[in-house]
């Protein structure tokens, strides 16, 4: 299956057509990782959005830069996304992104690239960054359930 | 297309985290559930928001299996 027709079942391109998902496919750079890796650490700059094509991963957060207890806030597997919020905030990152099953593969969007095609191609542009946002209120709800 | 389901899990007891993931079936209750190496069994499933396009999106509580 060609990388376009995958990324057409990732809910962060749902709403694109074929010659988007082509043009997203373009700009993807595929990275693996193994048991233990740090994908990106809390407090760095981050200018790549990833999108987890195999594995699990897990959200880790610290409440100061030493922190003795990090928290595992979540663990995010097949069709998520991780690192949006410093591609669209520019701030650096909320989080740590530490890989949990055996290897990890993701997709990773460059912030340059993944802007220009946003701004040069409205609809694809609209419909990613609806989806990025329904992505995060997805993320928030989740939160909200835990400890209920 | 097939339908997927982003399935928020939510652990009952204990301290797993808990974990958003893709699934090509939806989740039934009593089923069995790996996150990672632990295994749970799922004792609540609820529509979190409307479907849009190929993707419904769920709220499922899990907690460990009873032996």
Known sequence: ?148 | MTAIYKVSYVVRGGSHPGAILNEEKRPELGQRVKLGAQEFEVVEVVDLMPARGDFSFLHVTLQPPKK
């Open chain 1, 1 to 148: 299956m060609k990388l376009s027709e995958i990324l057409g079942q990732v809910e962060l391109f749902d709403g694109l057509g074929r010659d988007e998902l082509e043009q997203i496919a373009a700009i993807c750079q595929e990275k693996s990782f193994r048991s233990g890796d740090v994908v990106t650490q809390q407090g760095d700059a981050g200018d790549e959005l990833f999108v987890i094509w195999d594995g699990l991963v897990e959200v880790v957060h610290e409440v100061s830069p030493h922190d003795p207890a990090p928290r595992t806030v979540v663990n995010l597997g097949h069709g998520q996304v991780f690192g949006e919020m410093a591609l669209v905030d520019y701030g650096p990152r909320s989080a740590s992104i530490r890989v949990v099953s055996d290897a990890a593969t993701v997709q990773a969007i460059h912030r340059d690239a993944f802007m220009r095609l946003c701004e040069d191609h409205n609809h694809l542009g609209f419909v990613v960054m609806r989806n990025i946002a329904a992505d995060l209120s997805f993320k928030l709800r989740h939160q909200h359930l835990v400890g209920r």
